[in-house]
């Protein structure tokens, strides 16, 4: 019944910009924190950024600190990550989670998040 569904990522070079979405349904998008994370091939999922279901608490990992914005538009029961200054090191598939339930110190463990998306990937190229 849940279901999130990534959209806008591709190929784009190093330096370029990208702006992720995240579409939500079968859940009440108000009151869930929505986290952003990412997998590149070989490597552990990776926290990007998380914001609370107010929207007024955003945080982003360093590795991504200053580039990348998480917001939200709770009207459209969206979710949205801005990315800019794309590195290679950033290539990996993007996830976006949700979860009602998450306390301060989870916000970056993607095992606490109960709802995930397909994922969309982004290739940045050098």
């Known amino acids: 019944q849940v279901q999130l569904v990534e959209y806008g990522g591709g190929l784009v070079q190093a330096g370029g910009s990208l702006r992720l979405s995240c579409a939500a349904s079968?859940?009440?998008?108000?009151?869930?924190?929505v986290g952003w994370f990412r997998q590149a091939p070989g490597k552990e999922r990776e926290f990007v950024a998380v914001?609370?279901?107010?929207?007024?608490?955003?945080i982003v990992a360093d590795s991504v600190k200053g580039r990348f914005t998480i917001s939200r538009d709770n009207a459209k029961n969206t979710g949205s990550l801005q990315m800019n200054s794309l590195k290679p090191e950033d290539t990996a598939v993007y996830y976006c989670?949700?979860?009602?339930?998450?306390?301060?110190?989870?916000?970056?463990?993607?095992?606490?998040?109960?709802?995930w998306g397909q994922g969309t990937q982004v290739t940045v190229s050098s």
């Open positions: 989670a949700a979860d009602y339930n998450i306390g301060t110190s989870q916000r970056s463990d993607g095992k606490k998040y109960d709802y």
């Open positions: 079968g859940l009440t998008f108000r009151s869930v924190a």
């Open positions: 914001v609370s279901r107010g929207g007024s608490i955003t």
